[in-house]
Structures are given as structure tokens and as C-alpha cells.
């Protein structure tokens, strides 16, 4: 019904940046909060970064003023600006979607995620 497709991974050199975009595609009526998350090995999965449908942001503390989220509502889709990466950014980063629909008159949201997209920062 809904599919989150990422891309933009990869390896990069500490220091370096990376571009994470994440489009959703199919039956949309509103993309509501959209924000991407990361689990490195052995851990859980943790919040990255997140925006509202209007443009309000919150980080992790591990990123703010490095990592960078925007999205184009237009296009449904959501990035992240990857700036000075260390090594403990090293995890796989999954998109999240909070997405409307209607059914009828009855309007409902449901929470999606991408496939995930591999990132490894090497020192």
C-alpha cells in the first residue's frame, strides 16, 4: 500500500558527509511526521532525527549541529544531511513515516518503515 524507499548509503572516511533521501510512494493522502532512526550492532534502534508535516525538527543529542533533516512535502520524501561522520555513526539507518489515509470517511494514519540503508564511517 505504502512503501519507503531509501538510498544515499555507504562507506565514507570520518570526517566526511553522506545524503540519506527516503521518497514514499503509493496510496498517500497526507505524510505526516516523517524522521529517520539508526541501530548499530548489539544495539537498539535509536532516533536520529525527525520533522513535522510543517517543519518542526528534533535531534539526538550524539548529532545535533552535524546532522541536517529536511523534507520536500511536495515529493513525500525526507532526507538527512550527514556532516563530519565519525565512526560511532556507523549503523543502518531506517526511515519512518507517519502517513493518512482515508477509508471512506474515515480518515487514519499508520506508521511505515524503509528497508533500511547501511552507513559505515571507517576512522
Not at 27 to 35: D, L, P, R, V
Not at 93 to 108: E, L
Request: glycine fraction near 12%; include cysteine.
Amino acid at each position: 500500500q505504502v512503501q519507503l524507499v531509501e538510498s544515499g548509503g555507504g562507506l565514507v572516511q570520518a570526517g566526511g558527509s553522506l545524503r540519506l533521501s527516503c521518497a514514499a510512494s503509493g496510496s498517500i493522502f497526507s505524510t505526516n511526521a516523517m524522521g529517520w532512526y539508526r541501530q548499530a550492532p548489539g544495539k537498539q534502534r535509536e532516533l536520529v532525527a525527525a520533522i513535522t508535516s510543517g517543519g518542526r525538527t528534533n535531534y539526538a543529542d550524539s548529532v545535533k549541529g552535524r546532522f541536517t533533516i529536511s523534507r520536500d512535502n511536495a515529493k513525500n520524501t525526507v532526507y538527512l544531511q550527514m556532516n563530519s561522520l565519525k565512526p560511532e555513526d556507523t549503523a543502518v539507518y531506517y526511515c519512518n513515516a507517519d502517513i493518512g489515509h482515508y477509508s471512506g470517511s474515515y480518515y487514519y494514519s499508520h506508521d511505515y518503515w524503509g528497508q533500511g540503508t547501511q552507513v559505515t564511517v571507517s576512522s
